[in-house]
T-cell receptor, first 115, second 111 residues
Framework: KAGVTQTPRYLIKTRGQQVTLSCSPI?????VSWYQQTPGQGLQFLFE???????NKGNFPGRFSGRQFSNSRSEMNVSTLELGDSALYLC??????????????FGPGTRLTVL | SQKIEQNSEALNIQEGKTATLTCNYT??????LQWYRQDPGRGPVFLLL?????KEKRKERLKVTFDTTLKQSLFHITASQPADSATYLC??????????FGAGTTVTVRA
């Protein structure tokens, strides 16, 4: 079956702009998580959605937001971009999003560069 | 606050040897621990999961141990091959709908 897809793969924006990233989970997966990966901070949890509800949120400012649609596809939005938002944004899907039997499957990521 | 440390940023080993990676954590009681592999420009790929009540898990040439008293997991790659060269990430999970990752260890296997 098809894996997790993320669009776009690469994005260049300037400071102050906003951006929307998209994630399509594996068919049948209802949980979608978002992570930010940078060389200095590693993989940091942004938020997790299940059945259109956000169940957990990481320590990121309110400029970072997300949503999930009824077909489990998810989007994340970053408003008023800052240079420090340059990162690889990874989306992961799983069946339930928790529990020791639930494996997360990651997409290839969206590389965001803020100039 | 919660802290996850992986022993070193980089590990260089000779082909055929065993690579041992360490993941230590503090201020957290995970229900399970996972190891992922990440290649440059790609998302992490799940390798192994070990639960808090398990001591050891194996999968082919991979072995992971979990010591909740020491708050440590060891990840071993036996008979290493150049194709094993990648960054390996440990991740801790509970019932809070998220994984917390270490910074990763980059393994380079020399032929």
């Amino acid at each position: 079956k098809a894996g997790v897809t993320q669009t776009p793969r690469y994005l260049i924006k300037t400071r102050g702009q906003q951006v929307t990233l998209s994630c399509s989970p594996i068919s049948g997966h209802r949980s979608v998580s978002w992570y930010q990966q940078t060389p200095g901070q590693g993989l940091q949890f942004l938020f997790e959605y299940f059945s259109e509800t956000q169940r957990n949120k990481g320590n990121f400012p309110g400029r970072f937001s997300g949503r999930q649609f009824s077909n489990s596809r998810s989007e994340m939005n970053v408003s008023t971009l800052e240079l420090g938002d340059s990162a690889l944004y990874l989306c992961a899907s799983s069946l339930q999003g928790w529990g020791s039997t639930d494996t997360q499957y990651f997409g290839p990521g969206t590389r965001l560069t803020v100039l | 606050s919660q802290k996850i440390e992986q022993n070193s940023e980089a590990l260089n080993i000779q082909e055929g040897k065993t690579a041992t990676l360490t993941c230590n954590y503090t201020n957290y009681s995970p229900a399970y621990l996972q190891w992922y592999r990440q290649d440059p420009g790609r998302g992490p790929v799940f390798l192994l999961l070990i639960r808090e009540n398990e001591k050891e898990k194996r999968k082919e040439r991979l072995k992971v141990t979990f010591d909740t008293t020491l708050k440590q997991s060891l990840f071993h790659i036996t008979a290493s091959q150049p194709a094993d060269s990648a960054t390996y990430l440990c991740a801790l999970g509970g019932n809070d709908y998220k994984l917390s990752f270490g910074a990763g260890t980059t393994v380079t296997v020399r032929a």
